[in-house]
């Protein structure tokens, strides 16, 4: 039998409790990542609001680049686009400066919601265009499938199915390369039916 003294309940912290930031900004940040987790957005963007004004009273960059990229996510769920696109510019800018590759992969993705939210397709599919050489670029064929399903996607929503089924025939040949039979297939069999409804 061993002799152990056990911690007075009133002393146990609660496990599942995130230690909070002691800098007010990273404090307000990470509350306004759980906010939007919960999806309670009103509060999400205050919170970021209120990181982003602390960020940038200490020239912090990182976090000014952090806070707009997640106010950027805030208004793409409220359909703002138009202040999804500024927000997500600034964070382009300083990740630019930054030469981040990944955080600007990152943006053009929601750059690419925006612009489809706008119906600004044109712009949209450019972007696309430029991720695809960036995932070709870095040998990521995932990138480059789920690129090409959302420009089909984009062709599908501006009524090109000629372009549409186009892209399925690339993403088919990508899965065919991969030894994927019967995804590549299936969206053979996807750009079929588009060809046939042209």
């Known amino acids: 039998m061993t002799n152990t003294t056990l911690q007075?309940?009133?002393?146990?912290?609660?496990?599942?409790?995130?230690?909070?930031?002691?800098?007010?900004?990273?404090?307000?940040?990470?509350?306004?990542?759980?906010?939007?987790?919960k999806r309670e957005l009103a509060q999400a963007a205050l919170a970021f609001h209120n990181a982003l004004l602390a960020f940038e009273e200490k020239d912090d960059q990182n976090g000014i680049a952090n806070a707009s990229n997640q106010l950027g996510h805030v208004c793409l769920q409220r359909l703002e686009y138009e202040k999804a696109l500024t927000h997500y510019q600034r964070a382009w800018d300083i990740c630019e400066k930054k030469n981040d590759p990944m955080s600007l992969i990152a943006l053009s993705n929601q750059f690419v919601t925006v612009r489809q939210g706008l119906m600004q397709y044109p712009e949209a599919i450019q972007i696309c265009l430029d991720l695809l050489d960036s995932y070709s670029g870095n040998n990521n064929p995932e990138g480059v499938v789920s690129t090409l399903e959302r420009m089909v996607a984009i062709y599908l929503e501006t009524g090109d199915k000629a372009k549409a089924a186009d892209g399925y025939r690339t993403i088919a040949s990508i899965h065919a390369r991969y030894k994927?039979?019967?995804?590549?297939?299936?969206?053979?069999?996807?750009?079929?039916?588009?060809?046939e409804a042209v």
């Not at 509350?31 to 987790?37: A, H, I, P, T």
């Not at 994927?180 to 588009?194: D, V």
């Open 8 to 37: 007075p309940v009133q002393n146990i912290a609660p496990v599942d409790k995130k230690k909070r930031s002691s800098d007010p900004a990273q404090a307000e940040y990470e509350d306004g990542k759980e906010f939007l987790e």
């Open 180 to 195: 994927h039979k019967n995804i590549a297939e299936r969206f053979m069999e996807k750009a079929q039916a588009l060809e």
